[in-house]
């Protein structure tokens, strides 16, 4: 399977602890991004890389969120401190950069979080 | 901001009847519109788009109409299938920059047989 993968699928963890979610994309996607979604709702702009330079941060990724792209391949994402309203779905997603670009993101199959 | 809102939540319609959901965007500078289907449990897949220099786009069943004056475009599914029974979600973006995506909160289709 050549598309977007993630892992873990699923992650249940205490209030408190800290988790770490990859990311891997599409190989000749330049462009990655995360999403997290909830129960009845879109997916919401997290944060964005260009290969390993990451050039936009929503507000809503608060100080206990970092994510990183070394090496312009592979992302991840790590929660610190996780609180209940973190529990969601988080996305990633891949695209082609400014050459060929046709807007098409293609996304992962997510990694849902449950903090208890 | 861009600020994305999508009706209806639900639209549930009988084998073959046509099903509409619309949207509206906040931010004039937008000017990609691209519509994802998800599935149960599965990821968001891009089903079609369309760019501010055109106001219709169709592809076999499925067509997207875009009224930049009024700032909304609308999904329009013909002879609707069981298998178009997901969620779809409208976005809007400015092309050329980073793609960002701002989502709709979605409409579930309930197409039944």
């Known amino acids: 399977d050549t598309g977007v993968s993630q892992d873990p699928r699923h992650k249940i963890t205490k209030r408190g602890q800290n988790v770490t979610f990859r990311c891997d994309p599409i190989?000749?996607?330049?462009?990655l991004y995360w999403y997290r979604q909830t129960l009845g709702q879109g997916p919401e702009f997290l944060t964005y890389f260009q290969n390993e330079a990451q050039l936009e941060k929503s507000r809503l990724l608060s100080d206990r969120f970092s994510a990183e792209r070394p090496k312009g391949s592979f992302s991840t994402l790590e929660i610190q401190r996780t609180e209940q309203g973190d529990s969601a779905m988080y996305l990633c997603?891949?695209?082609?950069?400014?050459?060929?670009?046709?807007?098409?993101?293609?996304f992962g199959e997510g990694s849902r979080l449950t903090v208890l | 901001g861009e600020n994305v809102e999508q009706h209806p939540s639900t639209l549930s319609v009988q084998e073959g009847d046509s099903a509409v959901i619309k949207c509206t965007y906040s931010?004039?500078?937008?000017?990609?519109f691209p519509w994802y289907k998800q599935e149960l449990g599965k990821r968001p897949q891009l089903i079609i788009d369309?760019?501010?220099?055109?106001g219709e786009k169709k592809d076999q069943r499925i067509a997207v109409t875009l009224n930049k004056t009024a700032k909304h475009f609308s999904l329009h599914i013909t002879e609707t299938q069981p298998e178009d029974s997901a969620v779809y979600f409208c976005?809007?973006?400015?092309?050329?920059?980073?793609?960002?995506?701002?989502f709709g909160k979605g409409t579930l289709l309930t197409v039944n047989p």
């Open positions: 997603a891949s695209s082609r950069g400014l050459a060929g670009n046709t807007g098409e993101l293609f």
């Open positions: 190989s000749e996607h330049n462009r």
């Open positions: 931010d004039s500078a937008s000017n990609y």
């Open positions: 976005a809007a973006s400015i092309e050329g920059s980073n793609y960002k995506l701002t």
């Open positions: 369309i760019r501010s220099n055109v």
